[in-house]
């Protein structure tokens, strides 16, 4: 029986599959089931031959018995005659020899009819003084005992019994004979009538004999008959048997046939229509079978394979088929030829084959060994193209890996790259020249986006990325990690060669341009360059401090590059420090440390007090609580919240707060009653498309009258956001708000930027109106400004009135409203406000 062996990758050589060892008491006990009805009727045809034998031999014993009983009554009748004529005392002792014999048989016959088998040994010794064959003894015992009950032996002892009597006599009459002639000479008389007697007695046991021949015949053909319709019976009950079982095991034969058929048909449809090759082999690897996916894999049929092994006709590499080959799978015929030679890959394995085409495929190899008492009789190989798998795990590895707009690593691989460079330089610090990180953020990008839209947006990306691999050096590592934003690990390179680098990549991204349209679209790019060394440790630190420092680059006015060396470079500890403050302000959102400020709006003229009708004007101002009781102002910490993200969540809580204050401050009846409540809006909250619907819903929340609100956004913001800043500004003009373009003449001061905007306040930067009274340029711009404003229709705020001379002087140019130190500090908002002129 063969046996498969197990694959050697799970079980240790030698070990043979246990189907083999469970079959065989299964196996043994069917056999058992099917014969024993044969070996039952075996027993009962021995023991039937056994008793055959017995009853034969008894009846046997019997009729020499009989003989042996008859020859001594006619030996006792004879000498008794003899004696009663001449008196002769040899005659006498005859006939006592005689009689004995059939006097003890009657003796063990009486015995065994009374006490049975108890009498066996008395009964033995009997037979044997009646001159029974000892060898007949056993035998004539056993049937009397135990037959005596039927017919026919009872008919047979019957008549054996009818002989006791005449015995008796004779007994007697020889006994009577010997007392006379001891007395005195018989006359002949006498004689006459004694020999009479023993005639008679004489003729009596004669029939008796006959009788019982008779019966002894007749038992004996009775007995000879009973056994041979038992013979008969049993031999015909074996045969039908024999014939039953032999009709059931060719039943049982023809259903495991067509088992056998089906379940043989199933596995070649089975193993034709699955997807993996199947190749079977002799031991010596010549194909002994094949299934249709192998014969495509190998491009070969079974036909063209029966005469060779199979490795010799695995299709060798193509001469072309250089490259890398020592990174390149092993070749399967390799793993073919050490599997038949017992030295097993383990089942994960890929290896290399060369298809009919001479195509590369990746395949995955399984062995199982059909083996017997002698060892490996066939060799099946399992070979699963794993090639359309194992390109798409290499497409998903890329995919996680890198960026699928500019095909560069993305930031989780390059946070895994520089990883793994720390560690290395931490573990063997060989001498080298340094290292450095770049963090280049594009500058203004949103600006493209926003006015060109996304697809010219990602052109640029990918002309940016293109310039960035042109300027690098062998073995430096660029990647894309953030939307506009990239990162170069430079190894190797001194930090003077690192900045000169940097420069360049400024320069060339100068010169990048996408031509979109009829626009000519350019941006320039602010670089954070930084020094590996002590104590940037981490990965996450070194891109930290690198953002700090692009952060930095954008600070000195963008298209710049901000170098830092850790161990020379205080200044990125400000922007470190900036960090911070992202964390105080997500806990003050969530801890309720926010509190707002309100700092009068003061008219200058009694018109424009007219036209704020005669109520407060004020801005109102975010602050933060301390956990010491200090309260800070938003100088400190909007740039950090600005510049991570979080001023639309300020801003949307100073919304909510403001007209919820509103609401109390006039339920309270504060007086003058607020007619005009400006809300300062980041820019990032300004690009936010769903601002616009979150102020609608908070105003018609709260029930505040939008004619008392007013929005102040500043020239940056809305110039960056312009579309959806118009869109907002004429949809909550619509419902009656107002606006302000605040910290105006601090940027760029596009008027055409004024014109888009139809705001109702122009807020003249404060720095202008700071130093007017010693700056005349400030002055004169003070002016202009003012001018401007009231020529498209606006009314003008100077900030920063600090002084009264300032107030003035304002007043003097016209101005319509003055803000500042002067004309009322910032109070708490949530309190009664009270009026400073
Ligand atoms: N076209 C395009 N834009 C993207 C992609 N990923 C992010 N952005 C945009 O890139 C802009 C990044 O803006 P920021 O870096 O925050 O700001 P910026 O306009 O570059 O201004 P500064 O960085 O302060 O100079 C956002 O408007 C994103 O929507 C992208 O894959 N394609």
């Excluded at 694959?7 to 089931?33: D, I, W, Y």
């Excluded at 009962?44 to 009989?66: C, K, W």
């Excluded at 031509?515 to 602010?526: D, F, K, N, P, Y």
Aim: charged residues 20%.
């Amino acid at each position: 029986m063969p046996r498969l062996s197990p694959p050697s990758a799970e079980l240790p050589e030698g070990h043979a599959l246990p189907a083999t060892r469970v079959a065989m008491p299964v196996r043994k006990r069917s056999l058992l089931l099917s014969i024993w009805p044969f070996v039952a009727l075996a027993i009962v045809q021995t023991v039937l031959a056994i008793s055959s034998l017995h009853i034969l031999g008894a009846m046997r014993a019997f009729s020499s018995g009989e003989s042996q009983w008859s020859k001594g009554q006619k030996d006792a009748t004879y000498a008794l005659a003899r004696y009663a004529v001449s008196g002769d005392p040899a005659a006498y002792e005859q006939f006592h020899q005689g009689l004995h014999i059939p006097m003890s048989d009657m003796q063990a016959r009486l015995m065994l009819e009374d006490q049975g088998y108890a009498a066996r040994a008395q009964a033995s010794l009997l037979l044997l003084q009646g001159h029974n064959e000892p060898e007949e003894i056993n035998a004539l015992i056993w049937l009397t005992v135990y037959f005596r009950h039927t017919e026919s032996i009872g008919e047979l002892l019957g008549r054996w019994r009818d002989a006791d009597e005449p015995l008796h006599e004779l007994q007697t009459l020889g006994g009577d004979i010997y007392a006379c002639l001891q007395l005195a000479p018989p006359t002949s008389e006498q004689k006459q009538s004694w020999l009479a007697q023993i005639n008679s007695l004489q003729i009596q046991l004669s029939e008796a004999e006959r009788a019982f021949n008779k019966a002894l015949g007749d038992t004996s053909r009775a007995m000879n008959k009973w056994l041979w319709s038992i013979n008969i019976g049993i031999a015909l009950a074996m045969l039908s048997l024999l014939m039953g079982h032999t009709w059931r095991l060719q039943r049982k034969t023809a259903r495991a046939e067509d088992a056998l058929d089906l379940v043989s048909e199933r596995a070649s449809t089975t193993l034709a229509a699955i997807g993996e090759a199947v190749i079977t082999t002799d031991a010596a690897g010549h194909v002994v079978y094949m299934n249709r996916a192998a014969e495509e894999l190998l491009g070969l049929s079974l036909e063209q394979l029966v005469t060779g092994k199979l490795v010799q006709h695995i299709h060798a590499p193509p001469a072309f088929a250089g490259g890398d080959l020592g990174s390149a799978p092993p070749l399967v015929q390799t793993a073919i030829s050490e599997a038949l030679e017992g030295r097993e890959h383990p089942r994960d394995t890929i290896f290399r084959l060369y298809d009919a085409q001479q195509q590369v495929r990746e395949v995955k190899l399984a062995f199982t060994a059909i083996s017997d008492d002698n060892g490996t009789t066939e060799a099946v190989f399992v070979l699963h193209d794993v090639s359309q798998e194992q390109s798409y795990i290499r497409e998903l590895a890329w995919q996680a890996t890198h960026d699928q707009l500019t095909g560069l690593v993305n930031r989780y691989e390059f946070e895994r790259l520089l990883g793994v460079f720390l560690a290395q330089t931490k573990q063997s610090p060989t001498p080298s020249a340094g290292h450095a990180i770049m963090y280049l953020d594009l500058d203004q990008f949103k600006v493209i986006n926003d006015t060109a839209g996304h697809i010219a947006g990602d052109a640029m990306l990918r002309a940016m990325s293109a310039m960035l691999q042109r300027c690098l050096r062998a073995g430096d590592t660029l990647a894309r990690v953030g939307g506009d934003e990239f990162a170069i690990l430079l190894t190797q390179c001194s930090f003077d060669e690192a900045k000169r680098i940097a420069e360049q990549i400024r320069d060339a991204a100068q010169n990048v341009r996408i031509q979109w349209g009829e626009r000519s679209l350019s941006a320039g790019i602010s670089i954070g360059l930084v020094k590996l060394a002590a104590p940037l440790a981490s990965v996450e630190e070194v891109l930290r401090v690198a953002d700090m420092a692009s952060y930095g680059a954008k600070q000195r006015g963008r298209n710049n590059v901000y170098a830092y060396d850790p161990g020379v470079d205080q200044e990125i500890a400000r922007y470190v420090g900036e960090m911070e403050w992202v964390e105080r302000i997500k806990a003050a959102l969530e801890g309720g440390h926010f509190c707002l400020y309100a700092q009068n709006i003061v008219a200058l003229s009694t018109a424009a007090d007219h036209i704020a009708g005669g109520g407060l004007h004020i801005e109102v101002q975010i602050r933060m609580h301390l956990p010491d009781g200090n309260i800070i102002s938003p100088v400190l910490f909007i740039p950090a919240a600005e510049r991570y993200g979080l001023m639309p969540m300020v801003d949307r809580w100073v919304v909510k707060q403001t007209l919820k204050t509103l609401v109390h401050l006039q339920k309270t009846g504060q007086t003058p009653a607020i007619t005009c409540c400006a809300i300062n809006l980041s820019g990032t909250s300004l690009g936010d498309e769903r601002l616009l619907d979150f102020l609608q819903e908070q105003i018609a929340l709260h029930g505040v009258d939008p004619r008392t609100l007013c929005f102040e956004v500043t020239e940056t913001a809305a110039i960056t956001h312009l579309p959806n800043a118009i869109r907002l500004v004429n949809a909550l003009k619509a419902l009656g708000c107002r606006f302000s373009m605040d910290d105006f003449g601090a940027g760029v001061s596009s008027f055409g930027s004024l014109k888009n905007l139809p705001v109702d306040f122009l807020k003249i930067d404060g720095a202008i109106v700071a130093d007017m009274l010693n700056e005349p340029a400030h002055r004169a711009m003070v002016e202009a400004i003012n001018h401007l404003g009231h020529a498209l229709g606006m009314k003008t705020i100077a900030e920063f009135a600090s002084s009264p001379e300032i107030v003035e002087t304002l007043r003097g140019m016209g101005i319509d409203y003055a803000q500042g130190y002067a004309v009322g500090r910032p109070q708490p908002f949530s309190d009664a406000l009270t009026v400073t002129r």
